[in-house]
């Protein structure tokens, strides 16, 4: 009942050999998973630097005015404009009092 039989031996040897290509084929599918998480999160990593980057390009380019709320103005001595008082620029005629 107990004896070692060859039908006992080939069963045997097919478990073992399940087993075996059961736990390389599950290692293939953990490294596979790993890369494609890698993949994506090297993805989400440069799709976050392209936002950071058009953040700060648009933060780079709002007025002034946003920032504190209202701004000044001021009526340019020379040709009557209305200008901010802290970032006028010269209207181009050559007596204009900002700079250019």
Not at 16 to 27: E, T
Not at 53 to 73: L, N, Q, Y
Request: proline share 4%; charged share 35%.
């Amino acid at each position: 009942m107990f004896g070692i039989s060859l039908s006992k031996l080939i069963v045997l040897v097919a478990v073992v050999v399940a087993v075996w290509y059961g736990f390389k084929w599950l290692s293939r599918f953990n490294e596979k998973r790993k890369e494609e998480d890698e993949r994506d999160r090297h993805e989400r990593d440069r799709v976050d630097r392209q936002r950071r980057a058009a953040e700060a390009d648009r933060a780079s380019a709002a007025p002034v005015a946003k920032a504190g709320g209202a701004e000044d103005m001021e009526s340019c001595r020379v040709c009557g404009t209305y200008v901010m008082a802290r970032s006028a620029r010269s209207c181009g005629r050559p007596e204009c009092p900002y700079p250019g």
